[in-house]
């Protein structure tokens, strides 16, 4: 767990923070939760899932197969697909709650990336308010934590009309196929048999942009393979790397090649 500290004038009116300058901290990440407004811009170039939590599903990058690996991390740190979720992008900083219930903005202390200067951002003015770099990462990370009301609404609707299913994923590893099920995907003929109220509740709701998002983002899976040998995973492998075109990573059953990894 990381080692968060409330951001505060008194532990940190004298200290600057630095925006990421390696992903290196993401490498572990199979998946990452998204804002509602990220979802457009995050299905150009990601698949995207629903995660369950309990009996709610939320919407997730994925950046790998199985847990613990995180396939668009390159071997030197690098964030390879061309969008970084928010929740990366705002490294150092989390939210938490306090004892009142209430979100807090905090900072992850080991990160590396808080100095005492005199380079980085400023936490605080002169005036000992947060700068407006600062608090525009509060900002955002709070409009992620909002935007949760109105997707549990939208992925509600649409588990209760059986239009979100597991989906499997089935990989070639060295030692034979394996299946990883902890994501969900929406049923596209579900989603097209909704009755007419139930569809005007999940377009009121932001759902079916995120329905629709989450079908046409499942083209890049090959593309999340074909990252593989790139990314620190694959250059931790002793095996010799084998590059394969992403095309012919899938194969007719669906099951996507990593025996040369």
Not at 16 to 26: E, G, I, N
Not at 62 to 78: C, I, M, P, T, Y
Not at 97 to 106: E, Y
Not at 237 to 258: C, Q, W, Y
Request: with cysteine.
């Amino acid at each position: 767990m990381p080692e968060l500290h409330v951001v505060s004038w008194q532990d940190h009116g004298a200290k600057r923070w630095l925006k990421p300058f390696s992903y290196a901290f993401a490498a572990g990440d199979q998946l990452v939760a998204l804002g509602l407004a990220e979802v457009p811009r995050a299905a150009m170039v990601l698949p995207l899932a629903f995660a369950k939590s309990g009996g709610s599903y939320l919407p997730v990058a994925v950046l790998g197969f199985k847990q613990g690996h995180n396939l668009v991390v390159s071997a030197d740190g690098r964030w390879l697909p061309d969008y970084v979720p928010l929740f990366f992008r705002s490294h150092p900083f989390r939210l938490a709650r306090n004892a009142d219930g209430n979100f807090v903005l905090c900072v992850i202390g080991d990160s590396g990336l808080i100095t005492d200067g005199p380079a980085g951002n400023r936490f605080y003015d002169d005036e000992r308010k947060p700068t407006p770099e600062t608090s525009a990462i509060g900002t955002a990370l709070l409009q992620l934590e909002n935007d949760k009301a109105s997707m549990l609404k939208a992925t509600a609707i649409l588990a209760e009309h059986d239009a979100i299913e597991p989906w499997p994923f089935r990989v070639q590893e060295a030692e034979g196929i394996k299946t990883y099920e902890n994501v969900y995907r929406v049923n596209e003929s579900k989603l097209n048999q909704l009755p007419a109220d139930a569809l005007a509740a999940l377009r009121n709701s932001g759902g079916l942009v995120l329905a629709y998002a989450q079908l046409l983002s499942m083209q890049h899976l090959p593309q999340l393979a074909a990252a593989a040998p790139r990314s620190a995973w694959g250059q931790q492998n002793p095996e010799p790397v084998r590059r394969v075109a992403a095309l012919n990573i899938v194969d007719d059953n669906g099951t996507l090649s990593f025996a040369h990894l």
